[in-house]
């Protein structure tokens, strides 16, 4: 199978693995009992990530690129991973404000709760995390 069959393939499955995680984590306006079953999905999420950033580098390392082609493609990253961080951070501040609070105010919906719970797993494992990892395994890529 070529190298970019099998990073597809591994890009395909992190992102139905990140679908799961969205589909398993309660909404912040819904009251759950049945206990963290995202965690099925949050776990392995950062194992089939690293499957495809490992073959997403074989990818381009296979390719025969100017090292100005290489340049740009670095500050791309660059600058997707700063974006990355930026929509992160502000996805993270939104979901504590819908959930009333930190897990240490008793107004909040995850009080007591430890921060990776059925309310959080989305905070942790996400478009975002995966765009920041991904890039940022991108810029530190060099040609063989």
Same mark, same amino acid.
């Given at each position: 199978m070529? =190298?970019?069959?099998?990073a597809m393939i591994w890009f395909a499955l992190s992102l139905f693995i990140l679908y799961l995680v969205d589909v398993f984590t309660v909404s912040p306006t819904v009251t759950s009992g049945n206990g963290n079953l995202g965690l099925l999905f949050v776990f392995p999420a950062p194992i089939v990530c690293f499957f495809f950033i490992?073959? =997403?580098r074989k990818v381009l %390392?296979? =390719?025969?690129? %100017?090292?100005?082609?290489?340049l740009w493609i670095?500050?791309?990253? =660059?600058?997707f991973f700063a974006i990355g961080?930026? !929509?992160? /951070? %502000? /996805?993270?501040?939104?979901? *504590?404000?819908?959930?009333?609070?930190? $897990?240490? &105010? &008793?107004a909040?919906? *995850?009080?007591? /709760? $430890?921060? !990776?719970?059925?309310?959080?797993?989305?905070?942790?494992?996400n478009v975002y995390t995966f765009l920041c990892i991904s890039t940022l395994a991108i810029c530190f890529t060099k040609k063989k």
């Open positions: 070529k =190298l970019w069959s099998k490992k073959h =997403l %390392q296979s =390719l025969d690129l %100017q090292p100005k082609t290489w670095r500050v791309g990253s =660059l600058l961080c930026l !929509l992160e /951070y %502000q /996805y993270v501040l939104h979901m *504590i404000h819908s959930l009333g609070g930190t $897990p240490k &105010e &008793e909040s919906r *995850i009080y007591r /709760y $430890p921060w !990776l719970n059925q309310y959080t797993n989305t905070m942790f494992v």
